[in-house]
């Protein structure tokens, strides 16, 4: 990579060596130093990646390029939108390692829900004192579900996927300005419990016999779920995770899309995924980083909202379902997808290989806190 003749590269290079040659012996730089040293390796990769027209030449190199240590410069200096714009969607498009396949590109704001390990007590909140209600989080992927006394049953063969606390959501939102754009523009009840379960066997076009293809999305009020009875953790499907959030965006190619947008695509959505994990990576996933981040996948994550998978199809047989199962009758109604269920890390492949599991809504029934009319649809690749 030494010989592309331009100065901002040869710059960054240059100090991207000087950097990984003091690094094992960190512990011995003057901090001064070290912070002098990061502030003009960042100056220096702002410069280089401000140059859409050279970050094309630089993409160019990618697939001929087999030096590991240079492939990381590349991964390094080609992604980073999605972590510093998370959904911005404006921003995203306008940014040089986006803005060359913008128009080729759809993009919508999500949040995220990401499994945080193991390590800690997922059922951590479901007992606490009082006074520290407010402060409570019950989001969590895979256990069983928080139970209320006057819950509807649901049928022998639903599946616990995960459970969103509004309050908890809405209080993120407080001091998180992307949550809570996501939250304007979705609104999703401020309080209480969304719980998601699903038989895992069919959907709306498989099984349609079924309501909501198999798919029961049952809302818990704030009353309810601060009168929540004692569970059994043992009766899990799946194993429990507590979950976190983050507002990032979602992206798929749009019909006129060319091959240069696909691939750009799926570089984006698996950063999107890399950052929503925030660190909570598996160790096949870390060897993989370090052999090549450009073919390394973190595993897809459940959000809300935002854009399906932009590795399946939206054929027009499921927009006829839609409109036939969830007609709209209310000016500007839509169609949302209220969520994309991952099986990647704690569902064991159930939907398939690479599969995932949408559940779609009307809009007028999210504001109306109306979860009883669902569809869903299994993707796998």
């Not at 953790?233 to 798929?252: D, G, I, M, V």
């Not at 370090?290 to 399906?308: E, I, K, S, T």
């Amino acid at each position: 990579m030494r010989d592309v003749p331009s100065p901002a590269w040869q710059r960054y290079l240059e100090l991207a060596g000087r950097i990984a040659e003091l690094t094992p012996r960190i512990h011995e730089v003057p901090v001064a130093r070290w912070n002098a040293l990061a502030d003009e390796a960042n100056a220096a990769l702002a410069e280089v990646r401000a140059d859409a027209k050279f970050l094309a030449e630089l993409r160019d190199r990618v697939e001929d390029t087999t030096d590991e240590a240079d492939r990381a410069l590349l991964h390094e200096v080609l992604t980073g939108a999605v972590f510093e714009l998370g959904g911005d969607v404006e921003a995203l498009r306008a940014d040089p390692r986006v803005s060359d396949v913008a128009d080729e590109l759809d993009i919508a704001p999500a949040i995220y829900l990401a499994e945080q390990g193991f390590e800690a007590d997922p059922y951590e909140a479901e007992q606490v004192w009082p006074e520290d209600e407010e402060y409570r989080d019950l989001s969590r992927i895979g256990g069983v579900p928080t139970l209320t006394p006057d819950a509807r049953p649901l049928p022998d063969d639903a599946v616990f996927l995960l459970q969103v606390d509004c309050s908890a959501l809405t209080r993120e939102a407080v001091h998180d300005e992307a949550v809570a754009s996501v939250l304007r523009r979705y609104p999703l009840p401020k309080r209480g419990l969304l719980q998601v379960f699903h038989t895992t066997l069919g959907d709306s076009r498989t099984d349609p016999g079924r309501p909501g293809g198999g798919a029961t999305v049952r809302y818990l009020a704030e009353a309810d779920v601060r009168r929540r009875t004692a569970i059994n953790p043992s009766a899990s499907s799946y194993a429990a995770s507590h979950a976190s959030y983050r507002a990032l965006a979602t992206f798929r190619a749009a019909p006129h899309a060319g091959f240069a947008a696909l691939d750009r695509v799926d570089q984006l959505q698996e950063e999107a995924y890399r950052v929503a994990r925030n660190g909570s990576y598996t160790d096949e996933y870390l060897r993989d980083l370090d052999r090549d981040p450009f073919v390394a996948r973190v595993g897809a994550v459940a959000h809300l909202f935002g854009l399906p998978s932009p590795d399946s199809d939206i054929a027009d047989e499921d927009r006829a379902l839609l409109s036939e199962r969830l007609p709209l009758t209310v000016p500007e109604d839509e169609h949302l997808l209220l969520l994309e269920v991952a099986a990647d890390h704690t569902f064991d492949l159930v939907f398939g290989d690479g599969g995932r599991l949408e559940i779609w809504i009307r809009s007028s029934d999210l504001a109306a806190a109306r979860f009883d009319d669902v569809v869903s649809f299994i993707r796998s690749s």
